[in-house]
């Protein structure tokens, strides 16, 4: 006969850390990836990516290294937040990810505002929201 294995709440715990941390690290790479393509499209388009800062004097370029830098960053962070929040509850993973799409939405307004043109507003803004819902999708999956 053989011996009977278990499995304890610490090896379930290890294991879904780690099925979490694959999950945001394939979701932040994605949506990554996705901003970087919506702005090169926007960039082939001839669309100038060019913001003015609220307390600014001359309008900057958004180019592609800060683009993937703040997805990434933000990504992140929003993932870890809700890590956080699922190993204390599910409903604090929720209202996590509740928080994390709305403050997606929200954060439309800044490149919407400072927006040199239309359609660098509508794309930086579009960015926004993709990164709000592949956060949506990864943490919504990852909760299962």
Same mark, same amino acid.
């Given at each position: 006969?053989?011996?009977?294995?278990?499995?304890?709440?610490?090896?379930?715990?290890?294991?879904?850390?780690?099925?979490?941390?694959? /999950?945001?690290? !394939?979701?932040?790479? /994605?949506?990554?990836?996705?901003? #970087?393509?919506? =702005?090169?499209?926007?960039?082939?388009?001839?669309?100038?990516?060019?913001?003015?800062?609220?307390?600014?004097?001359?309008?900057?370029?958004?180019?592609?290294?800060?683009?993937? %830098?703040?997805? %990434?960053? #933000?990504?992140?962070?929003?993932?870890?937040?809700?890590?956080?929040?699922?190993?204390?509850?599910?409903? =604090?993973?929720?209202?996590?990810?509740?928080?994390?799409? %709305?403050?997606?939405?929200?954060?439309?307004?800044?490149?919407?505002?400072?927006?040199?043109?239309? #359609?660098?507003?509508? %794309?930086?803004?579009?960015?926004?929201?993709?990164?709000?819902?592949?956060?949506? !999708?990864?943490?919504?999956?990852?909760?299962?």
């Amino acid at each position: 006969m053989g011996s009977a294995s278990t499995i304890t709440s610490t090896d379930l715990d290890t294991t879904r850390s780690r099925s979490l941390r694959r /999950a945001a690290a !394939i979701g932040a790479v /994605a949506v990554a990836a996705a901003n #970087a393509a919506v =702005w090169a499209a926007g960039r082939a388009a001839d669309v100038s990516f060019l913001v003015t800062p609220l307390f600014g004097k001359a309008a900057t370029q958004v180019g592609i290294v800060p683009v993937v %830098l703040t997805t %990434l960053i #933000a990504f992140t962070v929003g993932m870890g937040l809700f890590a956080l929040a699922a190993r204390r509850s599910d409903r =604090w993973a929720r209202t996590v990810l509740a928080a994390g799409v %709305l403050f997606a939405v929200v954060s439309t307004g800044g490149p919407l505002s400072t927006a040199e043109d239309t #359609a660098t507003g509508v %794309l930086l803004a579009a960015m926004h929201l993709l990164t709000g819902a592949v956060f949506a !999708i990864t943490a919504s999956r990852a909760r299962r």
